[in-house]
């Protein structure tokens, strides 16, 4: 397994908890991760924006960035438990038979520090971010150690199961794509990750095959 090498991840999924199922693929025939380790978790985590600059910074910083690789190797468990689930469920509703089956990820989240403080949605220039509503809620940790990172991938993860269809939930139907996607599509038809890439890859597969039909008519 290749290192990132360069290669931006993916977040194509319109959905944080299905681009952790992504961020480790085979896009060329090469299977690159990346989570590899600490430091390519917190690239990770920047890119996809669950982590601010602040904490990201903090975390290069200090002696943490040590404790992120072994933090690194519990995402990628996590990660793998995740696949299993989405994999068994994905395509249909969920129903309570699943609660169970959720224990994992309870467990990981009943360790969490996370609260919630009503702030105000004022701008830089005093003016509110939406007419409406003036305040919003802001969560912010207890604490800041490395651990809160396995707990921010779990909380995207449940926000998945809790509040989203998972009937919408999809893999995509290139015969040796890996990559998952939340269908937020007009009429729920979306069928590739991405149309550049496996959707060119069907259309070009799909011309040559009306070709040598129509060649073998002549």
Request: glycine share 4%.
């Amino acid at each position: 397994m290749n290192n990132t090498a360069g290669m931006s991840p993916f977040f194509i999924a319109d959905n944080r908890a299905l681009d952790v199922l992504n961020s480790i693929a085979k896009p060329s025939n090469t299977e690159i991760d990346w989570i590899s380790n600490g430091h390519d978790l917190l690239d990770w985590l920047e890119q996809g924006e669950l982590l601010n600059s602040c904490e990201i910074k903090r975390y290069r910083a200090s002696a943490e960035l040590v404790a992120c690789d072994a933090i690194a190797i519990e995402v990628r468990s996590l990660r793998e438990w995740f696949r299993t689930f989405v994999t068994a469920h994905a395509g249909k509703a969920l129903d309570t038979s699943a609660l169970k089956l959720l224990a994992p990820l309870n467990i990981i989240l009943a360790k969490g520090n996370m609260y919630e403080q009503i702030e105000c949605c004022n701008t830089s220039d005093g003016k509110t971010r939406d007419e409406k509503n003036v305040f919003y809620w802001k969560r912010h940790r207890h604490s800041e150690d490395v651990d809160n990172i396995l707990f921010v991938i779990a909380e995207v993860m449940g926000d998945l199961i809790c509040k989203l269809d998972f009937s919408l939930v999809k893999k995509c139907e290139g015969p040796t794509c890996t990559l998952w996607f939340y269908d937020v599509s007009k009429n729920h038809s979306r069928r590739w990750c991405t149309m550049s890439v496996c959707g060119n890859r069907a259309k070009a597969a799909l011309h040559r095959a009306k070709k040598k039909s129509l060649e073998s008519l002549s």
